[in-house]
């Protein structure tokens, strides 16, 4: 199993990005999908997180209403519409997956972590 974020850039202030995260692997079943963030010299936040069917989404205060979560699950793939940037959401963004897969009839828990994808947003 695989977790590859896509998406990041350099963007001015109040410019928008669209990142992804694409879960690769056969049997893979995934549960609860979350983005992350880490600025230099801080602890890894989280963004937002997503429930299986996407019927339920959590954000954290400071990016209410401006990024927005999403997931396709016929593709095992997760976005993050981030509009209305602001220098401050800088940072190496992390998508994070839990779930299972199977593999010569066994069953396998994952909760894996893509390598970080880099969002500058300049003032």
């Known amino acids: 199993v695989q977790v590859v974020e896509s998406g990041g850039g350099l963007v001015q202030a109040g410019g928008s990005l669209r990142l992804s995260c694409a879960v690769s692997g056969s049997s893979v079943s995934i549960r609860t999908m979350g983005w992350y963030r880490q600025a230099p010299g801080q602890q890894r936040e989280l963004v937002a997180d997503?429930?299986?069917?996407?019927?339920?989404?959590t954000y954290a205060a400071s990016v209410k209403g401006r990024f927005t979560i999403s997931r396709d699950n016929a593709k095992n793939t997760m976005y993050l519409q981030m509009n209305s940037l602001k220098p401050e959401d800088t940072a190496v963004y992390y998508c994070n997956a839990q779930g299972a897969y199977i593999q010569s009839m066994t069953r396998y828990e994952f909760d894996f972590w893509g390598q970080g994808t880099q969002v500058t947003v300049s003032s």
């Open positions: 997503i429930t299986t069917n996407g019927d339920t989404t």
